[in-house]
């Protein structure tokens, strides 16, 4: 039945995103994140997202949490999984430029 529907791809070989490292290390490389925002903005550094801000920090924590597993909801409804290794990499980046701005700033 899923070769006719799907063709000779089968929906078994597609692996999922909650099964590997990448989402967890997607959650603690955000949750890291909004630490270093908090930080950030306890010392008086600025904030590129628009959101974090203006928010309280338990509106800031629903705000990442809501978003983080939203996108990995996302790549999972699209059968993505793979990507999650190109967010991992980015994320990396940005808690790298705040950990930098951080420490520039005091």
Known sequence: MWKKQFGSRSLERVPSIWTGR???????????DLA?????????????????PLASPALALGYKVF??????????????????????????????????AILMST
């Open 22 to 32: 990448g989402a967890i290390l997607w959650l603690m490389l955000n949750l890291i």
């Open 36 to 52: 270093e925002s908090l930080v950030a903005r306890a010392i008086g550094c600025g904030e590129l997202n628009p959101f974090i």
């Open 67 to 100: 978003l983080t597993v939203g996108v990995l909801v996302f790549l999972e409804s699209i059968r993505k999984p793979h990507l999650i290794r190109w967010l991992n990499m980015a994320m990396s980046v940005v808690i790298a430029w705040n950990a930098l």
